[in-house]
């Protein structure tokens, strides 16, 4: 190697880890933000949306902050390879497997894996079908639709693994996910109230239809405890599916979607190349958390998984930061209104199917 490859090569690894240092700052930025707003607002008419903000709210934001800031710089290009987001997202979700603990979801087994599979079958098809009718990119709406049906962005990073989606259609996805959720933290109690739903049948519903599981726990807890227990179970229940999911599109796009007439027919090692690795990694992570809980028991393991919830808080604030960093407008300028109104449209069809199934399956359940 020359001396100016050399120099050429420690200089890339220099600015890769000078953009390894901005998603780090900006990630303490953001820890800093979620910790100290809502104690800052307490008592003012901002305080109850200030202690509901999420950090992927707060990482998007500054993410987009720093690349506007890094693009009027200069610098933002040579930066880039320190903006890690695969390598993030993909951690925090393993690590998310640990809190879904799969004894939670056999107490409610039946309603639960009932609501979820017809609810997720339901709206995936109807988002599916609209996008395809409307002429977006079929990765686009795979993210769309997986987003809007099973759980919002960790779903929708499935699926761009599964289908080999682009960066800014996942950054796009994760906005509209974001975008959609913060506002259901209080209006879907809000009309839990004025259609004077039964507790578990509102937990139900805020469960099968808030995207991000935070946000589901955010709202459960406005309506009680019971609400929330069985939003969680419901939720955890949709979290269950998206390996399913994940794999199922992996098939379909490797031998439907990007399938020529010429070409050869997939082979299971490709199937198996394309698949998201991460989500095996998710499964295993439930099922070691769940053994665990079980031999020592919750009290004991609630520190453990208190700590692995805790990192994988800043993984995910590492990733949606990098997200931010490499959001590029250009390549979605064409896509127009048309993902937002499948969205929007998904997420009208998710409410009332939802709705209906959550009365039929829960009505008189008991959480205890």
């Known amino acids: 190697m020359s001396t100016t490859e050399e120099t050429g090569t420690r200089s890339g690894v220099g600015w890769a880890v000078g953009g390894v240092a901005v998603v780090v700052v900006l990630g303490a930025i953001v820890r800093y933000l979620e910790q100290i707003v809502p104690d800052l607002t307490e008592g003012t008419a901002f305080g109850e949306v ?41 951690t925090g979700l393993v690590l998310l497997g640990a809190s879904i603990n799969f004894a939670v979801i056999v107490s409610a087994a039946g309603p639960a894996i009932v609501q979820a599979v017809v609810l997720i079958s339901v709206v995936f098809g109807f988002t599916w079908w609209l996008g395809g009718r409307l002429g977006l990119d079929d990765k686009l709406r795979a993210l769309l639709a997986s987003a809007v049906s099973i759980c919002g962005v960790s779903a929708a990073i499935a699926a761009a693994g599964a289908v080999q989606a682009k960066k800014e259609q996942l950054a796009y996805t994760a906005s509209m996910v974001i975008i959609f959720a913060l506002p259901s933290i209080f209006l879907l109690p809000a009309a839990v109230g004025w259609l004077g739903l039964e507790t578990p049948v509102a937990g139900a519903w805020i469960g099968g239809n808030i995207d991000t599981t935070a946000a589901v726990s955010a ?138 199934l959550a009365v039929l399956l829960f009505s008189g359940f008991s959480a205890g």
């Not at 500054?62 to 390879?81: D, I, P, Y």
């Not at 229940?237 to 390996?243: F, P």
């Not at 499948?342 to 997420?347: I, K, Q, Y």
């Open 50 to 90: 200030a202690g509901a903000i999420e950090y992927p709210v707060y990482a998007i934001v500054l993410g987009l902050l720093g690349n506007v800031v890094l693009t009027q710089l200069g610098v933002r290009e040579k930066l880039a390879g320190g903006f890690r987001t695969e390598f993030f997202i993909k």
């Open 219 to 356: 709202a459960g807890a406005i309506v009680g405890e019971e609400a929330l227990q069985i939003a969680t179970i419901v939720k955890t229940t949709q979290n269950a599916l998206l390996g399913i999911v994940a794999v199922a599109l992996t098939a379909y796009f490797a031998f439907s979607v990007e399938r020529t007439a010429d070409s050869a027919r997939p082979k299971a090692r490709e199937l198996w190349e394309r698949f998201p690795k991460f989500v095996l990694g998710f499964l295993a992570a439930s099922i070691i958390a769940t053994v665990y809980i079980g031999a020592v028991g919750s009290d004991v393991a609630r520190p453990s998984i208190s700590t692995v919830n805790d990192l994988r808080t800043i993984f995910l604030i590492l990733a949606f930061v990098s997200i931010g960093l490499e959001f590029r407008v250009a390549p979605l300028k064409d896509a127009g209104w048309r993902p937002v109104g499948v969205f929007a449209s998904a997420t009208a069809v998710n409410l009332l199917v939802g709705l209906g």
